[in-house]
C-alpha cells in the first residue's frame, strides 16, 4: 500500500525557516516525480502548486510565489523528499501536502496530475 507521510510543520514567525519532508512507501522511488502544494485556511481556497522536483536530475519547478526562498529536494536512497523553506510570510500559511507520479512531467502544477498524497502538515507562520 502506498503511503507519503509528511512531517516537520509548525509554527513559527515571520522570516523564519522550516524543513518539510515526505517519507514515501513507493517502489522505485527514483522514477517518481515528487511535488509539494499547499492548500491555506478559508472557504474556497484551492490546493495550489508549491514545487516539483524530476525522476531526472535537475528538472525542477517552482511556483514564482517561492522561488528564491523554498527549495525542493529528495534523496531516493532513503525514499525522501524535502521542502526547505526559507523567509517565512504569513501567507505562506498552509496545509502543506506532498504528491507524487511516477514517470511523468507533463502538468506537474496541476494537483490532477498526481495520483497519490500525503495526508499533509499544517504551517503557520505568524506575523
Known amino acids: 500500500q502506498v503511503q507519503l507521510v509528511e512531517a516537520g510543520g509548525g509554527l513559527v514567525q515571520a522570516g523564519d525557516s522550516l524543513r518539510l519532508s515526505c517519507a514515501a512507501s513507493?517502489?522505485?522511488?527514483?522514477?517518481?516525480?515528487m511535488a509539494w502544494f499547499r492548500q491555506a485556511p478559508g472557504k474556497g481556497k484551492e490546493r495550489e502548486f508549491v514545487a516539483a522536483i524530476s525522476w531526472i536530475e535537475g528538472v525542477i519547478k517552482y511556483a514564482d510565489s517561492v522561488k528564491g526562498r523554498f527549495t525542493i529536494s529528495r534523496d531516493n536512497g532513503k525514499n525522501m523528499a524535502y521542502l526547505q523553506m526559507k523567509s517565512l510570510k504569513p501567507e505562506d500559511t498552509a496545509i502543506y501536502y506532498c504528491?507524487?507520479?511516477?514517470?511523468?512531467?507533463?502538468?506537474?502544477?496541476?494537483?490532477?496530475?498526481?495520483?497519490?498524497w500525503g495526508q499533509g502538515t499544517q504551517v503557520t507562520v505568524s506575523s
Open positions: 513507493l517502489q522505485a522511488f527514483n522514477s517518481y516525480t
Open positions: 504528491g507524487a507520479e511516477p514517470l511523468s512531467w507533463m502538468d506537474v502544477t496541476s494537483r490532477g496530475h498526481y495520483r497519490y
